[in-house]
């Protein structure tokens, strides 16, 4: 018997997500912390492949933010090491699938060999057409703007333009987000993507990070496809 598939009427082209819930997830089953974000990995690899499935063309996830480097070194440490085995560990599937990776964030801050490892999986997925995956590490969206500005100083212009700045920005080769996803409940922006979302629906699930398997994605989308998108203007 064939499964049917779920078909949309329409897609976000950019879907990004703040995957937020995994210490939660972890001190419900009273493990440590660092369990939760080692699951909710797993729940980024799943997401990944039910993306591309669908067809979406980006997907952008929150990984750490410049905020995180508060949290207990230990935690802090796990949060560097796991990016750097989740590409490691997946560089090669990302080749057979034709995922593009890129990071955004201030990646020059960030331990040596996940730079080295960032810039490796980049250059290899450079020509890469099918899903765009795009993981912020070290990313703020107001370190983000300063960056453009400061930036932009250096090219000594007295006036710029909306597409002057965007030129400058992390994503100035990426679309802007038509569905930002928040899991575990909490309903802010936490400093993610401020430019980039300014006209994306937004939707906030209970679920936590490392429960949102396909179907919590499916769920999400489907809420997507009923939104009614004026971009200010009127129907
Ligand atoms: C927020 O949950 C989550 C993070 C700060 C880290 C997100 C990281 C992952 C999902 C790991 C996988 C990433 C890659 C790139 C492999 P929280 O810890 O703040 O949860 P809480 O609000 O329940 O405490």
């Not at 078909?7 to 879907?15: D, E, S």
């Not at 990995?41 to 997401?47: F, G």
């Not at 802090?76 to 090669?92: H, I, N, S, T």
Request: aromatic share 10%.
């Amino acid at each position: 018997m064939r499964i049917p598939t779920t078909t949309f009427t329409k897609l976000p082209n950019h879907v990004a997500i703040i995957m937020d819930g995994n210490g939660t997830w972890a001190k419900k089953r009273g493990l440590p912390r660092t369990m939760g974000h080692r699951q909710g990995a797993k729940t980024l690899l799943e997401v990944v492949k039910a993306s591309q499935s669908i067809g979406i063309k980006y997907l952008t996830v929150f990984a750490f933010s410049t905020e995180n480097w508060s949290r207990p070194q230990e935690e802090v440490d796990y949060l560097m090491k796991l990016p750097f085995e989740f590409l490691a560990q997946y560089q090669d599937d990302f080749q057979k699938s034709e995922i593009k990776f890129q990071a955004i964030g201030k990646i020059d801050d960030l331990p040596e060999p996940l730079q080295a490892k960032i810039k490796e999986v980049e250059q290899q997925s450079l020509n890469n057409t099918g899903l765009n995956l795009i993981v912020a590490v070290n990313y703020g969206g107001h370190e983000e703007i300063v960056h453009a500005c400061n930036q932009l100083l250096k090219q000594n212009k007295n006036m710029i333009t909306e597409a002057d700045f965007v030129a400058q920005l992390y994503t100035n080769n990426i679309p802007d987000v038509d569905l930002l996803i928040r899991t575990s409940g909490q309903m802010r922006i936490s400093n993610f993507l401020l430019w980039q979302i300014a006209y994306s629906e937004i939707y906030f699930t209970e679920v936590l990070w490392p429960d949102f398997h396909k179907k919590e994605l499916i769920k999400a989308l489907k809420a997507y496809e009923s939104r009614d998108r004026r971009f200010g203007g009127i129907k």
